[in-house]
């Protein structure tokens, strides 16, 4: 299904609007608790799974599930109107107390400034960091240690980081309602917490879509 200009162009005044919204404010918190990840899985419909661990404990203590359809396709950059709905939905059906929001997908690493877990954590007011697969823009600066910059514009919009025990690169940046050094010191101190959510979050909506065929 391709998508008409037309809209496209609404879409980036939107992203636009939201860019300007969204809050890069200090967390405020040395420590993280109850991470949510969040991710959808898809075939005729979309199965997207909240997972809620806990850094302290090891251990999952809450997961939410919403089944629906996506009534937008995939286009680069404009992911929130694909999967936004259904991520907000599948952590709303959450009673937990949230810390911080993952999102697989982008947050101001994003032409706009305004990708997925932007849309998420201005939603839902609630700290956001986005951890894509793969760089969306940017450029990545010399690594120290496990992270690098992520430069767009002469400006620092998030980071990639290396997991030592695997080499495989994720590329961070903050959703809302917390700034990049947040995510350097969340990610350098809760990288295996981060990617062992995200991972249960992925596993979960394939199981899931399985499940509801």
């Not at 939603?123 to 496990?146: D, W, Y």
């Amino acid at each position: 299904m391709k998508v008409d200009k037309a809209i496209l162009s609404l879409l980036d005044r939107i992203q636009e609007i939201i860019a300007e919204a969204h809050k890069l404010e200090n967390l405020g918190k040395n420590q993280i608790n109850n991470v949510c990840a969040v991710d959808v899985s898809y075939n005729k419909k979309a199965v997207a799974v909240a997972v809620i661990w806990s850094c302290l404990e090891k251990k999952v203590i809450e997961v939410a599930k919403y089944i629906g359809k996506p009534f937008f396709p995939y286009v680069s950059g404009y992911l929130f109107m694909r999967e936004a709905p259904l991520m907000i939905s599948a952590i709303k059906a959450l009673k937990e107390n949230i810390d911080l929001i993952l999102v697989d997908g982008h947050g101001i690493a994003h032409p706009r400034r305004a990708g997925l877990a932007v849309f998420v954590g201005l939603t839902l007011e609630i700290p956001t960091l986005g951890i894509a697969k793969s760089l969306l823009v940017g450029k990545i600066g010399s690594f120290e240690g496990i992270i690098a910059p992520i430069l767009l514009n002469n400006s620092v919009v998030g980071i990639a980081f290396r997991v030592p025990e695997t080499g495989k690169i994720y590329f961070a940046s903050p959703g809302h309602k917390l700034t990049v050094e947040d995510s350097i010191n969340i990610i350098k101190h809760e990288y295996k917490n981060l990617i062992k959510a995200l991972k249960l979050a992925h596993h979960s909506s394939k199981s899931l879509l399985k499940e509801s065929k």
